[in-house]
């Protein structure tokens, strides 16, 4: 496979999905998985689930043996996942033979820790050749990103997401949006993921703060896992992120002839609500 031609962020399969939204007044659906739970032969199937029921991007784990950002649920997931064969080169195979037939963008979920291993240059040629459109590391500073990683994956076409949380300074919020394309990513929860009764009572106004100082779209995620939940942030956010809810309901019935059926039909409840958008 060639290498992807250096393009803007602008006309990457991300931005063209956040735009789609944008036209239709709503914010985007941005489901989470893990790759290889329960196992690497079912994970296209679940991902044609999350279309079917309404995905706009998808965001799909690399499994890592230490998840540090991870809450409970989508830690054992991980372990799951590696037990059952997965690999940073695994997903990216995945990628590879049905990303087009998904027809909706990929955004890998990882730690930097593989990525360094497999070496930077590498890990940015094989993830566009595989037909990865995003790639957030999640414990990899801003700052560290633009050295090495952003400017890999940017010329050959990949975007790069960075985190910002409540604690994100202004000068925070700026280096990662410099970093970033695509989108940011906001956490409604400064600790780790996974499902909330509540969200923080304080969660729009500030995403409205980091929205006046971000020209990308912000996607909220973490602590979300309610279609009413999904309601409020979609208010106030441009795109909504639902991870350890489903990766539970992967767990949960994991032995079911309709694990598929299943899924697909949460993420529908999940994205009705996703005409409220007012701003």
Same mark, same amino acid.
Not at 58 to 70: H, K, M, N, R, Y
Not at 112 to 123: C, K, L, M, T
Not at 208 to 227: D, E, H, N, Q, W
């Given at each position: 496979?060639?290498?992807?031609?250096k *393009?803007?962020?602008?006309? $990457?399969?991300?931005?063209?999905?956040?735009?789609?939204?944008?036209?239709e007044?709503?914010? %985007?659906?941005?489901?989470?998985?893990? @790759?290889?739970?329960?196992?690497?032969?079912?994970?296209p199937?679940?991902? *044609? %689930?999350?279309?079917?029921?309404?995905?706009? /991007?998808?965001?799909?784990?690399?499994?890592?043996?230490?998840?540090?950002?991870?809450?409970?649920?989508?830690?054992?997931?991980?372990h799951?996942?590696?037990?059952? $064969?997965?690999?940073?080169? @695994?997903? =990216?195979?995945?990628?590879?033979?049905?990303?087009?037939?998904?027809g909706?963008?990929?955004?890998?979920?990882?730690?930097?820790?593989? /990525?360094?291993?497999?070496? #930077?240059e590498n890990?940015?040629?094989q993830?566009?050749?595989?037909? /990865?459109?995003? #790639?957030?590391? +999640?414990?990899?500073?801003?700052?560290?990103?633009?050295?090495?990683?952003?400017?890999?994956?940017?010329?050959?076409?990949?975007?790069s997401?960075? =985190?910002?949380?409540?604690?994100?300074?202004?000068?925070?919020?700026?280096r990662?949006?410099? %970093?970033?394309? $695509?989108?940011?990513?906001?956490?409604a929860?400064?600790?780790?993921?996974?499902? *909330?009764?509540? =969200?923080?009572?304080?969660? @729009?106004?500030?995403?409205?703060?980091?929205?006046? *100082? +971000?020209r990308?779209? #912000?996607?909220?995620?973490?602590?979300?896992?309610?279609?009413?939940? #999904?309601?409020? +942030?979609?208010?106030v956010?441009?795109?909504?992120? /639902?991870?350890?809810?489903?990766?539970?309901?992967?767990?949960?019935?994991?032995a079911?002839?309709?694990?598929?059926?299943?899924?697909?039909?949460?993420?529908?409840?999940?994205?009705?609500? =996703? $005409?409220?958008?007012?701003?």
């Amino acid at each position: 496979m060639s290498r992807r031609r250096k *393009r803007s962020s602008r006309d $990457g399969a991300i931005a063209a999905a956040f735009k789609a939204c944008a036209k239709e007044r709503r914010s %985007a659906f941005i489901p989470f998985l893990v @790759a290889g739970d329960p196992s690497l032969e079912a994970t296209p199937d679940l991902l *044609r %689930a999350l279309v079917a029921g309404g995905a706009d /991007v998808i965001e799909l784990g690399v499994a890592f043996s230490d998840p540090i950002a991870d809450g409970p649920t989508i830690q054992r997931a991980s372990h799951r996942a590696l037990a059952a $064969g997965s690999s940073l080169s @695994a997903v =990216l195979r995945i990628v590879e033979r049905h990303r087009e037939e998904l027809g909706v963008p990929i955004v890998l979920f990882t730690y930097y820790n593989p /990525v360094h291993a497999r070496g #930077v240059e590498n890990f940015a040629a094989q993830a566009a050749d595989s037909g /990865v459109d995003g #790639v957030l590391c +999640v414990d990899l500073p801003p700052d560290e990103g633009l050295r090495e990683l952003q400017p890999a994956l940017e010329e050959r076409g990949v975007d790069s997401i960075y =985190l910002i949380a409540a604690t994100s300074t202004k000068e925070r919020i700026d280096r990662a949006a410099a %970093a970033s394309n $695509g989108f940011v990513y906001y956490t409604a929860r400064s600790d780790v993921t996974g499902e *909330r009764e509540d =969200l923080i009572p304080t969660l @729009a106004r500030e995403v409205k703060r980091v929205r006046r *100082r +971000v020209r990308l779209p #912000v996607a909220v995620g973490f602590g979300i896992s309610t279609p009413e939940q #999904v309601e409020t +942030v979609a208010q106030v956010a441009h795109g909504v992120v /639902v991870g350890s809810s489903l990766v539970r309901l992967v767990e949960e019935n994991a032995a079911e002839a309709d694990l598929a059926g299943r899924l697909e039909r949460r993420v529908r409840d999940l994205t009705a609500p =996703l $005409g409220a958008r007012v701003f």
